[in-house]
């Protein structure tokens, strides 16, 4: 039968492992889904003749469908896309996002969705299907005046606006998590294999022998032995914290330093309520903070107070720079008192005997 640390250590690395290889499926299928653009995007554009331009009769007939056009005349319609800024239900401002250009290629004439500024005669872009707005407040009101030139417009339109913007946030979003899926999903591989490199079992073995304490951890969390506060349970001599993708472990007689955290919360200083957690500190540097009702930190307080009565109890400044400088100061003022309680304790037993 597997010890408590090699279960717990197998459920974090499973964990682990589930989660992000999750992520490298989200990402795979997002390529995948996309994989004509990605593939454009990493080959970039493609130099596309007149002759042949002028035989496309639709954006999808072409799988580079990232080209670059050479035309000989360019001219601005003067139709642009424009974005209002709204304050207050009125227009406070606008920015001229995207400009319309006819540019002259060979005996046809492309439509050009362009960034502002002066017209080309070089642009770069996908082919894109042209928009019904486009149609309806451009290319008709044209066709009235100029049905001749507007006879010559391509069926689509070059979009050489914001093509590469995407891709440089998909890749901007992409590689970190996909150098964190795979870095995680090594690590909870290689965790599985060598268990005892597993933070649990690192963890426990700096009490002892992992293998015998984790047959007392497993004795100890019985139902009815343990109190839990939050996420944390404590039984008769051990501590344990459990979250998905780890596990913390402490004995309780480990203990140093023990305080109430109060954390207030507020919108633009109005306030919004505050929250309650307990802070733990052992000897082995080890440190907890497991957030929890204020009644059930009171409680948890209380608990340990009994159980530990000689580690130091609440919060001050003096304390916290104490143990920041020097922590061993702060356990050897706690060990003494643990020899003073200790001593209290025996000099009590013989008292009652005599």
Known sequence: MALWVEREARRANRNLLLVNGSILAVLISIVAANH????????????????????ITSPDQRWRNFVSVAGS??????????????????????????????????????????????????????????????????????????????????????????????????LMVGLPLLALGLWNCLKAMRRSSEIQTSPVWKHLAVYGNAEQLSQQIEAELQPAMIRKYGKLQIAQQWMVRRKSFSTWVSPTADLVWVYKKVTKHSVNFIPTGKTYSVVLLGR?????????????VNEMLGDLTARVPWALFGFTQDLEKAWKKDPADVIAAVDSRYQQYKSAGSAAAVTAGS
Not at 41 to 49: A, D, H, I, K, Y
């Open 36 to 55: 004509r653009y990605c593939a454009n995007f990493v080959l970039g554009s493609q130099s596309v003749s007149n002759a042949e331009l002028a035989g």
């Open 284 to 296: 082995h540097r080890q440190r907890i903070e497991e957030q929890m009702k204020e009644k059930a």
């Open 73 to 170: 005349k360019s001219a601005n319609t003067e139709y642009r896309d424009v974005v209002n800024h709204m304050q207050g239900g009125r227009v406070v401002s606008t920015d001229i996002k995207d400009e319309y250009i006819l540019l002259r290629v060979g005996e046809k004439i492309l439509l050009v969705k362009a960034e502002p500024g002066k017209e080309k005669l070089e642009y770069s872009g996908e082919l894109v299907e042209t928009t019904e707005p486009v149609k309806n407040d451009l290319l008709g009101p044209l066709a009235k005046e100029q049905p001749d030139l507007v006879a010559e417009v391509l069926p689509f339109t070059l979009n050489a606006a914001d093509y590469r913007s995407n891709g440089y946030v998909m």
